[in-house]
Each structure stands twice: as C-alpha cells, then as structure tokens.
C-alpha cells in the first residue's frame, strides 16, 4: 500500500537555527515527490517537485532532497514567516498523490 | 489572474443532511481534483476529474460524489452527513493529468470548512 510518513510532527526552532524535516515514501513508481506548504486556515500552496533520486532544489532558505526511500526538507536560518504545516506527497503511477500528515514548523523569534 | 476559487468558505450541517461544495478551478486548468483534510493530518484524496471524466478515485464511501462541468468548474456532494465528514475540503486544479506526461502540480483553493453537528 502506497504510503507517506513524514517526521517529526512538530518542530520548535529559534530564528537562525536550521533543521531538516523527513518525509519517508513507499509509493508505487514514484512519479514525483512534492513539497507543500500550508498556512493555517488556508490550502497547501506549492514549494518543489523532486523527480528522481539525488535531485536536488532550493527556494530562498529551504533546499529539497530526494533518495530513493526519502526526501528531506533543510530549512536555513529560518525566520518567523517560515512558520507552517509542510506537507510531503508522492503521486503514483496510477495518477493519485498521496500526502502525509505533515510536519508543524514554530520559529521563535 | 484569479486562483482555485471554493464556496462555501465555512458551513455547518447536522447528522443525515446533504452538502454540495463548489470549485472553479484556474483558467486553463482542466484537472480538478478534491481532498479532504481532517484537522491535524494531511489531505486525502477524493476524487479526480479530467476532461469531465473520473479519472480516480479515493477510498471514500457511495455518499461521496462528484461531477466536473463542461467549463470545468466540479462539485463534490456528500449525502447522509456523519459527524466524521467534518473537515476542510480542498479542490486542486491541475493543466494536465495524462498518466503518460510528466507529474502535474496541484494548485489549491482555500478551501470549504464543513462542521456536522
């Protein structure tokens, strides 16, 4: 059964520390293994696609990576608006994505 | 140019009654898919829709159904509301959802918080 599990469920971080957020993936010919980012009270709103395994992308302070059973989120010197729910999914070849349950950022100022 | 656009945004429905949920998906945008995000975990998928056609299905029960219109806005409808439906329910649109193409990027709505009393 596909699956998607994303650690840990919270992280609590001070402005400025980095850290890094896993999302372990069992899908069935990953098609592509995407990153999210959901605000309270509003719908994930899109940050990366990885395709294959080794692939890497950044956007300002965050920097995706994927391996064949995992990717990892690296948050750099976070701030404050880098407060969120990051979701992790993977979409199979049967067309359907698959998300986890997500990891709750907190950066204290 | 305008978003996934949902409505309602916030409803509330008792146990036995019947919901209908709207999407407009982005211009252009032939592919709407619906998930629904029980608080604290992340979205699971309904429903997909391409072309007006289902193109997937979710491990949801027969009182959830959906139908996508020739402008490709869809509407996803529960019956025999249970107090376990309560959600928010997200619609996503995507440009294409060919299993031959490459992987597409869901863009979602904001979403129609559901609360079955």
């Known amino acids: 059964e596909d699956q998607v599990t994303q650690s840990p469920e919270a992280l609590r971080l001070q402005e400025g520390e980095s850290s890094s957020l896993n999302c372990s993936y069992t899908?069935?010919?990953?098609?592509?293994l995407f990153w999210y980012r959901q605000d309270p009270g509003k719908g994930p709103e899109f940050l990366f696609t990885?395709?294959?395994a080794g692939e890497e992308k950044e956007k300002e302070r965050l920097k995706a990576t994927l391996t064949k059973k995992e990717s990892f989120l690296h948050i750099t010197a976070p701030k404050p608006e880098d407060s969120a729910t990051y979701l992790c999914?993977?979409?199979?070849?049967?067309?359907?994505?698959?998300f986890g349950t997500g990891t709750s950022l907190t950066v204290i100022p | 140019d305008a978003g996934v656009t949902q409505s309602p945004t916030h409803l509330i429905k008792t146990r036995g009654q019947h919901v209908t949920l709207r999407c407009s998906p982005i211009?252009?945008?032939?592919?709407v898919s619906w998930y629904q995000q029980v608080l604290g975990q992340g979205p699971q998928f309904i429903f997909q829709?391409?072309?007006?056609?289902?193109?997937g299905r979710g491990n949801f029960p027969d009182r959830f159904s959906a139908r996508q219109f020739p402008n490709y806005s869809s509407e996803l409808n529960v019956n025999a509301l249970l107090l376990g439906d309560s959600a928010l329910y997200l619609c996503?649109?995507?440009?294409?959802?060919?299993?031959?193409?490459?992987?597409?990027?869901?863009?979602f709505g904001a979403g129609s918080r559901l609360t079955v009393l």
């Open positions: 829709y391409y072309e007006k056609e289902e193109r």
């Open positions: 999914a993977g979409l199979n070849t049967g067309n359907q994505f698959y």
């Open positions: 211009s252009g945008h032939k592919s």
């Open positions: 990885l395709y294959s």
């Open positions: 996503a649109s995507s440009f294409l959802s060919d299993r031959r193409s490459g992987a597409n990027v869901l863009t």
């Open positions: 899908v069935s010919g990953l098609r592509g």
